[in-house]
């Protein structure tokens, strides 16, 4: 079994729904993350989580909302999708490095989001 | 202007060539960088980090780093079809905050 699952794998949507993307983990780590790919543009940074009681806006917050229900789950919700939202969705896991280190991310495989 | 550039490709080479892919990047206090890989429809995955200036090698993956140029590079030796991906680069500072680059998408053709 994937160690970061993100559900669904596809979502076609229309504007102006409520939509949820979920993303659990068995990897044991405290920090969560969303980030949205779009093309020619990257890895960008939605929300982030160190542990279960904090949330922190990334680079490009507007328009969406996060909730951690507990460690292992994380879930992004659009609360009203509009076309400019359609992207690939990714939830990615880390634990805290240590001094020196790189923190190493963990990504699950994505959510193809389509907002009509 | 974006922190971390990197282009786009693609590149398409015959199995057995090296690959040279590379960013640049404009933020003096990164001092980690990484290269992550990501098949088709599938998350990024690490491949490879460094910390500070200087080289790095694992197997046919070479990552080089030359700060006063503010310049990464990854080579990849004896390129492989499964080499066919898409490579980011990665870096951030003290503060452990990811910039990624826009990504290279890489074809071995065999």
């Known amino acids: 079994d994937a160690d970061v699952t993100q559900t669904p794998r596809n979502r076609i949507t229309k504007t102006g729904k409520r939509i949820m993307l979920e993303c659990s983990q068995t990897k044991g780590h405290d920090r969560m993350y969303w980030y949205r790919q779009d093309p020619g543009l990257g890895l960008r940074l939605i929300y982030y989580?160190?542990?279960?009681?904090?949330?922190n806006k990334g680079e490009i917050s507007d328009g969406y909302s996060v909730s951690r229900q507990a460690q292992a789950k994380f879930s992004l919700s659009l609360e009203s999708a509009i076309p400019n939202q359609t992207a690939l969705y990714f939830c990615?896991?880390?634990?805290?490095?240590?001094?020196?280190?790189?923190?190493?991310?963990?990504f699950g495989s994505g959510t193809q989001l389509s907002v009509l | 202007q974006k922190e971390v550039e990197q282009d786009p490709g693609p590149l398409s080479v015959p199995e057995g060539a090296i690959v040279s892919l590379n960013c640049t990047y404009s933020n003096s206090a990164f001092q980690y960088f990484m290269w992550y890989r990501q098949y088709s429809r599938k998350g990024p995955e690490l491949l490879m980090y460094?910390?500070?200036?200087g080289n790095k090698e694992d197997g046919r993956f070479t990552a080089q780093v030359d700060k006063s140029s503010k310049y990464i590079s990854l080579f990849i030796r004896d390129s492989q079809p499964s080499d066919s991906a898409t490579y980011l680069c990665a870096m951030s500072g003290n503060d452990y905050k990811l910039s990624f680059g826009a990504g290279t998408t890489v074809t071995v053709r065999a």
């Open positions: 990615a896991t880390s634990d805290r490095p240590g001094a020196g280190d790189v923190e190493k991310l963990f």
């Open positions: 460094t910390y500070s200036s």
């Open positions: 989580s160190f542990d279960v009681k904090d949330i």
